[in-house]
């Protein structure tokens, strides 16, 4: 069974830090492109940030300079550093993962609020 289980979130004052994983279980991780989105209330979920399986990083140009995603395939995670958040930046972030593989395995996450405010 495959599962995706985010965790970090939380309340952040804005300028502050936060740090979202995303543990991956039931796939070989290693051949998983991942990504971060994000869904505000009464918006569309966004692209946030996205790491190869080559580890190339992509990111909006809404959080560049200001949010990092990495990985460790060793532990199957995905993170998403986020540091001098804005309140715009509250939402609810989801994690995903494509197979470089096999097209159809898109999975998703089930979600992590992060909420900016002082």
């Known amino acids: 069974q495959v599962q995706l289980v985010e965790s970090g979130g939380g309340l952040v004052q804005p300028g502050g830090s936060l740090r979202l994983s995303c543990r991956a279980s039931?796939?070989?991780?290693?051949?998983?492109?991942m990504s971060w989105y994000r869904q505000a209330p009464g918006q569309e979920r966004e692209l946030v940030a996205a790491i190869t399986v080559g580890s190339t990083t992509s990111y909006a140009d809404s959080v560049k300079g200001r949010f990092a995603i990495s990985r460790d395939n060793a532990k199957s995670t995905v993170y998403l550093q986020m540091n001098n958040p804005k309140p715009e930046d509250t939402a609810v972030y989801y994690c995903n993962g494509q197979s470089a593989l096999v097209k159809s395995r898109n999975y998703w996450g089930q979600g992590t609020q992060v909420t900016v405010s002082s």
């Open positions: 039931g796939v070989t991780f290693s051949m998983y492109a």
